[in-house]
């Protein structure tokens, strides 16, 4: 089965913890994204990535950082600078970035106490 | 102004109806056009991709562009209760630095 897997599902963490967010995708596609979720405000872009190795910041990429290692690899890190980490996260993959279709992970919905 | 306006909803429909989403945009370079379903607690689910103007359909569900209006519009045919859920619009175009751009998302209920 071709696809975006995202794990975990749900992330507990305490607040001063930095957390990893797993994204890997098997459709070979060659840009992937990390966006964010809060109600009432739609899709925001954290970071995205084109190709291996590189990477450029979305309109919210303080507290996050990521990396490009593999192809198929993209995960996010959240870290304690991040002030309001609390969300559901989403990565998304696309074959050439804008120029085609872009498809979705299930996401992980991280809380911090 | 945001470069995606949506109409949030909520919207409210009786099973077997037509039902209309639209979204606007302001950047007439837009060339590509997506529209996505949510269920809750899910990640988005593409349903439709179009490039430039005119209609596309699939199923019970129609996209159309039109490019003049800056307007887009998925019509879902004879609606049930599976389809009640968020629906996304989103687009992009070559000269955005391979960043898509997303509305807020309409809640869909379907009442059977």
């Known amino acids: 089965d071709g696809g975006i897997t995202q794990s975990p599902k749900y992330l507990f963490r305490k607040e001063g913890q930095n957390v990893t967010l797993s994204c890997e995708q098997n459709l070979n596609h060659d840009a992937m994204y990390w966006y964010r979720q809060d109600p009432g405000q739609g899709l925001r872009l954290i970071y995205y990535?084109?190709?291996?190795?590189?990477?450029q910041k979305g309109d919210i990429a303080e507290g996050y950082s990521v990396s490009r290692e593999k192809k198929e690899s993209f995960p996010l890190t959240v870290t304690s600078a991040q002030k309001n980490p609390t969300a559901f996260y989403l990565c998304?993959?696309?074959?050439?970035?804008?120029?085609?279709?872009?498809?979705f992970g299930p996401g992980t919905r991280l809380t911090v106490t | 102004q945001k470069e995606v306006e949506q109409d949030p909803g909520p919207l409210s429909v009786p099973e077997g109806a037509i039902v209309s989403l639209n979204c606007t945009y302001s950047n007439s370079a837009f060339q590509y056009f997506m529209w996505y379903r949510q269920y809750s607690r899910k990640g988005p689910e593409l349903l439709m991709y179009?490039?430039?103007?005119g209609n596309k359909e699939d199923g019970r569900f129609t996209a159309q562009v039109d490019k003049s209006s800056k307007y887009i519009s998925l019509f879902i045919r004879d609606s049930q209760p599976s389809d009640s859920a968020t629906y996304l619009c989103?687009?992009?175009?070559?000269?955005?630095?391979?960043?898509?751009?997303f509305g807020t998302g309409t809640s869909l209920t379907v009442i059977p």
């Open positions: 179009t490039y430039s103007s």
């Open positions: 990535s084109q190709i291996v190795n590189d990477f």
């Open positions: 998304a993959s696309s074959p050439r970035g804008g120029l085609y279709e872009q498809y």
């Open positions: 989103a687009m992009s175009a070559t000269n955005t630095g391979n960043q898509f751009y």
